[in-house]
């Protein structure tokens, strides 16, 4: 069962996808999912070559972002930036929880020149806390 949650009017966040949830996310006109879950993490979730291939198979396209224990860096928020500026149509971005999505976009989103309070308010109308990260949001922002 999906439990996709809206950041923006392009934006979902989602925990793990099973393979039936890309059927929804396909109803819902999502062009690009990306995954945000190291391959491995749970041996028994489907990993990203399955959900790659539903969504191409649903024609969607697919990218990987992983966030592994060692948090954000750079290169993912660029990432997650050129994600978000080549979809086309609204993207699903998922992890184990949605937390780690929500905070790879909010970094993307600060980067981008999104004020840190709306970045924070808009992550919490979805269920989620950016306070962890938010340091890195200000900096971010702030550039």
């Known amino acids: 069962m ?42 028994s979730a489907p990993q990203g070559d399955e959900i790659a291939a539903a969504a191409a198979a649903a024609g969607m396209n697919y990218v990987a972002i992983p966030i592994g224990h060692s948090g954000f860096s750079e290169p993912q928020v660029n990432a997650m930036i050129d994600a978000l500026e080549q979809a ?20 993307a989103a600060a980067k981008q020149g999104v004020e840190p309070d709306d970045i924070a308010r808009t992550a919490a109308r979805a269920g989620y806390d950016v ?13």
Do not use: H, K
């Not at 392009?10 to 062009?31: C, F, H, M, T, W």
């Not at 780690?100 to 970094?107: E, K, N, V």
């Open 2 to 43: 999906s439990d996709f949650r809206q950041l923006t009017e392009n934006v979902l966040v989602s925990p793990q996808l099973a393979l039936e949830d890309i059927a929804a996310a396909a109803a819902l006109g999502v062009g690009l999912i990306v995954n945000n879950r190291p391959d491995g993490e749970e041996p």
């Open 88 to 107: 086309e149509g609204p993207i699903l971005a998922y992890c184990r929880s949605g937390t780690r999505s929500t905070l790879l976009w909010a970094l």
């Open 131 to 143: 306070s962890p990260i938010r340091a890195m949001i200000d900096m971010l922002a702030a550039r």
